[in-house]
C-alpha cells in the first residue's frame, strides 16, 4: 500500500519510547472539542423521540466513535508537530464539522454530505496513518467499504434500507480486529489514555450544555435550581468513578503490557470497544437531563427516567468493560452498581428531584465504599 505513495509523503516514523512523554497537543484538543460536537448532535436526536433517536445514535456512533479512536491512534504514533501533518488533521476536522451538521438529516430525509464528510475523515486518515505504519493498509481498506456503505444508505430509500446500512458499516469496522492480528501496530500507553480520557471529560461537559438548554427561557426557581444541581452532583460522579482511579490503573496496566500486540488489544477492548457505553450513557443521561431541568418538582414520563437512569447505568458498564479489559480489581461491583441505579428508576415517576437525589446517593455510596476498600485499584502483572 505504501508503494503507491509518493516517496515525499512517506517516512519513516519510530515509535516514542514508553518512558519518554508524549504530551496531548493543543491541536489534539482542538480536534477533540470538534468531535464532540458532532457527538452533542445526538443528545438531540434522543430527547426529541428516545427510542429511534437511541436506535439511531448506536447505528451512527458505531461507526463514528471507531474513526475518532483511529485519530487518537494516529496522532500517538504520527504526532501533529510538523506543519504538513497539522494541516492533515484540519482538513480532517473540517470533515467532522461537516459530518456534525448532518447528522440530523442523515434518517430524516437522508443527506449525502455525511458520507462525504466521512470519506474526508477515513481518506485523510488512512492516508497519514500509510506514513508510518504499512500494516495499516487493510484496516484503510475496511475503513473505505465502511464510507460506501454509508453512501449506499444515504442514497438509498428511507427506511430499512438506511438503517441496514448504516448498520452495515459499524459491523465492517468493528469486525476488523477479529481478522486483522494488530502486528505492526504500537501505542505509547499514557498518550492513549490521556486521549480516550479527554474526549470522556469534554462529553460530560455535554450533560452541563444540557441543563442550559434544558434552563433556556425558564424561570430561576426551585424547578430549575434543583434539577441543575443534582445533574451536575451526578457527572461529578460520573466523572469521579473513571478518573480518580480507573484511568490512572489503566495507563500502568498498558505500561506494564510490553508485548505490543497484546497492548494493542488491550486497548481495542478497554478503550474502544468498552468506551462505547461509556460515551452513550453520557449522551442519553444528557437527554433525560434536558427533559428534567425546569420539572425538579413534578412526575417524570417513563421515557424520561429510564434515559437519567439508564444512561448512568451504560455508563458504568462501560467502566467495568474497562476494569475487566485492563484486568483491574473488581468489575463486577460496577455491574452491581448499575443495577441499583437502574432501580432507582421508577421513583421518577413520582418526582423528579427524588430520582435524580436517589442516583446521587447510590453513587455518592459506592464510591465512598470503593475508596474505603481500596486506596487504588493495581493492575495485575502483564501477561
Avoid at 71 to 93: D, E, F, G
Avoid at 183 to 211: D, N
Wanted: charged share 10%; proline share 6%.
Amino acid at each position: 500500500m505504501t508503494r503507491l505513495l509518493p516517496r515525499w509523503f512517506v517516512e519513516h516514523i519510530d515509535p516514542v519510547p514508553d518512558q519518554d512523554e508524549l504530551p496531548v497537543s493543543t491541536l489534539e484538543l482542538f480536534f477533540d472539542l470538534i468531535f464532540v460536537f458532532t457527538v452533542a448532535q445526538f443528545t438531540a436526536i434522543i430527547a426529541h423521540d428516545p427510542l429511534t433517536g437511541l436506535l439511531q445514535t448506536v447505528l451512527m456512533f458505531g461507526f463514528l466513535w471507531w474513526m475518532y479512536a483511529g485519530y487518537s491512534w494516529l496522532t500517538n504514533v504520527i504526532p501533529p508537530v510538523r506543519p504538513a501533518r497539522r494541516v492533515l488533521l484540519l482538513c480532517a476536522m473540517a470533515g467532522w464539522l461537516v459530518v456534525a451538521l448532518t447528522i440530523p438529516a442523515a434518517f430524516e430525509g437522508g443527506s449525502v454530505w455525511i458520507a462525504v464528510g466521512m470519506l474526508v475523515v477515513v481518506v485523510v486518515h488512512g492516508l497519514m496513518y500509510l506514513q508510518a505504519a504499512r500494516a495499516f493498509g487493510p484496516v484503510f481498506l475496511a475503513n473505505l467499504v465502511a464510507v460506501a456503505a454509508v453512501f449506499a444508505a444515504e442514497l438509498g430509500p428511507e427506511g430499512a434500507w438506511r438503517y441496514s446500512f448504516w448498520a452495515l458499516a459499524a459491523v465492517i469496522v468493528w469486525s476488523v480486529p477479529v481478522w486483522h492480528g494488530q502486528r505492526g501496530l504500537k501505542l505509547h500507553p499514557a498518550h492513549i489514555t490521556e486521549r480516550h480520557g479527554l474526549v470522556v471529560l469534554v462529553a460530560l461537559g455535554e450533560s452541563v450544555v444540557a441543563i442550559g438548554i434544558g434552563a433556556r427561557g425558564l424561570p430561576v426557581d426551585a424547578d430549575l435550581l434543583v434539577a441543575a444541581v443534582l445533574g451536575l452532583a451526578i457527572g461529578a460522579c460520573m466523572w469521579w468513578s473513571l478518573f480518580v482511579r480507573d484511568l490512572p490503573a489503566t495507563e500502568h496496566a498498558l505500561k506494564a503490557t510490553k508485548d505490543q500486540v497484546k497492548r494493542v488489544r488491550k486497548v481495542l477492548a478497554g478503550l474502544s470497544y468498552s468506551f462505547v457505553p461509556v460515551l452513550v450513557g453520557i449522551l442519553v443521561f444528557a437527554a433525560g437531563l434536558k427533559h428534567s431541568v425546569g420539572h425538579a418538582l413534578s412526575p417524570l414520563d417513563l421515557e424520561s427516567t429510564l434515559l437519567l437512569s439508564g444512561g448512568v447505568a451504560a455508563f458504568l458498564l462501560g467502566t467495568a468493560g474497562l476494569r475487566w479489559s485492563m484486568r483491574l480489581p473488581r468489575p463486577w461491583e460496577r455491574v452491581a452498581l448499575a443495577a441499583a441505579v437502574l432501580a432507582v428508576a421508577p421513583v421518577g415517576l413520582a418526582n423528579t428531584a427524588l430520582q435524580l437525589a436517589a442516583v446521587v446517593a447510590v453513587l455518592v455510596g459506592a464510591l465512598a465504599l470503593e475508596g474505603r476498600s481500596s486506596a487504588a485499584p493495581r493492575p495485575a502483572p502483564a501477561g
